[in-house]
């Protein structure tokens, strides 16, 4: 099915191990980021990028890592998990529709906890 | 700098009956996009409808319709005939042409009671 995909689903770490978020679109969207959401916040985003080799920081982005070196992939990777990285992280794709809706498409999350 | 904001923790509604979620923004851009997503506790992202800053008539989806008012920096999601399957969480968000990621506010907790 066409979408975004995140893996894995469900991740426990423990504290000062390193991982790698897999996030992987299949409709040639050229923009991609990942959020995280905490309870009782919304989404707030961590990083971004808006093409291949190209790649920006978010609003909350220490701590994590990104690169894109594919149009389709765009990995997530925690370099010294910390309990405050305990959250579900969202991956997101979006394409220039000549409007401002940019048809944004989720991944289904992935739930990370960091003990 | 773009701010959600979304005053509401929870709400109840009886089904059947309407009910209206409130969101109110801040942005310094003339050309934006607004948003309503649904979040279910299964915790999938849905989204529900966009308005964009230009659009003169109000967005509308099915039961869901965007109550715009740009004077006031307004975006309320009205929801009409409240089913029990609209229980979720809903959250608004805003883009601009400056930045095409989402600012999300932080979300109110809707329950639809039998």
């Known amino acids: 099915n066409a979408g975004v995909t995140q893996t894995p689903k469900f991740q426990v770490l423990k504290t000062g191990q390193s991982m790698t978020l897999q996030c992987a679109q299949d409709?040639?969207?050229?923009?991609m980021s990942w959020y995280r959401q905490d309870p009782g916040m919304g989404l707030r985003l961590i990083h971004y990028?808006?093409?291949?080799?190209?790649?920006d920081q978010g609003e909350v982005p220490n701590g994590y890592n990104v690169s894109r070196s594919t149009t389709e992939d765009f990995p997530l990777r925690l370099l010294s998990a910390a309990p405050s990285q305990t959250s579900v992280y969202f991956c997101?794709?979006?394409?220039?529709?000549?409007?401002?809706?940019?048809?944004?498409?989720f991944g289904s999350g992935t739930r990370l906890t960091v003990v | 700098a773009q701010k959600i904001t979304q005053t509401q923790p929870g709400m109840f509604v009886q089904e059947k009956e309407a009910v209206t979620l409130d969101c109110t923004y801040d942005t310094s851009d003339q050309s934006y996009g607004l948003f309503w997503y649904k979040q279910p506790s299964s915790g999938e992202m849905i989204f529900l409808i966009y308005q964009g800053s230009y659009d003169e008539q109000n967005a509308t989806e099915g039961r869901y319709s965007l109550n715009f008012q740009k004077a006031r920096k307004s975006a309320n999601l009205v929801i009409s005939a409240s089913q029990l399957g609209d229980s979720a969480m809903y959250f608004c968000a805003i883009s601009s042409g400056s930045a095409r990621q989402l600012t999300f506010g932080s979300g109110t907790q809707l329950t639809v009671l039998p």
């Open positions: 409709m040639n969207h050229e923009y």
């Open positions: 997101a794709s979006s394409y220039d529709t000549g409007a401002l809706n940019y048809g944004y498409t």
């Open positions: 990028s808006v093409g291949a080799g190209i790649t």
